[in-house]
């Protein structure tokens, strides 16, 4: 056993320490823990299943929201009907089967809206631009039109849009894939749900003819017939402008030459789209 150092304090009986001191110095070994932790079995079988299911609801205030219902001219739903909003690029939606529709996080401009069907349909698209305002929600509710007729489109020769006139091509018409377009189809609207705004410029809107194939180019005249009105009583038109663009432009002012005459003005048509006839403010 090696020497130990023993330190005595000052003032203490000097001796009583010395036997345990010498106790500890001599076994060599620490004393075997019993009962302690190593005799321990770890039961916890706890484990962190906890997932994370919280999602980013926050809604930009200052967007907006269109939404609404097509409804096809017999009441019925328009089931599956490709709603689009564009402006450069297009939002575009699919109508459920009670022929609603919603399109969210719109920014606050104006945009182009038309309905085109997955396919062939023997509806025609109804089109407009529609200016949406800051947070603004706007319901269209909206019913789908039927093709009213089909005429060919020849070079030089008038193509008879119904009752609402006719359309002369001055050269030859293309869709937007280049292909060529042979013939125009068109359709009336009959009321305000049939098209997507009752006023442009102010001026109160008297009707609207869908033109097809959609964003097909060309250039032509139309000669607009209104039978009922008086001689000398105006009208103008508009032509809505294409998604990249999404507008109501004036193409002209036509003017009633009396009852069973076409009206004075040849309007000149440079897409096939929506042509809107308003009553011009007093």
Partial sequence: MGLRRIVYVSGMNRFPLLPVLLAFACTGTTP???GGDSAETDADTDSDTDTDTDTDT??????????GTLTLPDGSPADHYRVNVCRDVCRTVASDPTGAFLVEGIDPEVWSFYVLAYGESDYAAPYGPIELGVGETRTVDMQLMPVAGTAPLQVGNPSALGAFGTFTPSTAWADSLGEAVTDITYTDSAGPTQRTTDTINGEAVEGVVYLG????????????????????????????????????????????????A???GDIPVTHFTAIAVTIPAQ
């Fill in 58 to 67: 926050d809604v930009d205030p200052n967007l907006a929201t269109v939404s």
């Fill in 213 to 260: 194939e959609f964003e097909a180019e060309g250039e032509g005249v139309l000669n607009i017939a209104r039978h009922e009105l008086a001689q000398g009583t105006s009208r103008n038109v508009y032509i809505a402008e294409l998604p990249e663009a999404s507008g109501w432009t004036l193409l002209g002012t036509v003017v009633s030459q009396g009852e069973g």
């Fill in 32 to 34: 075997e823990e019993t």
């Fill in 262 to 264: 076409m009206m004075m």
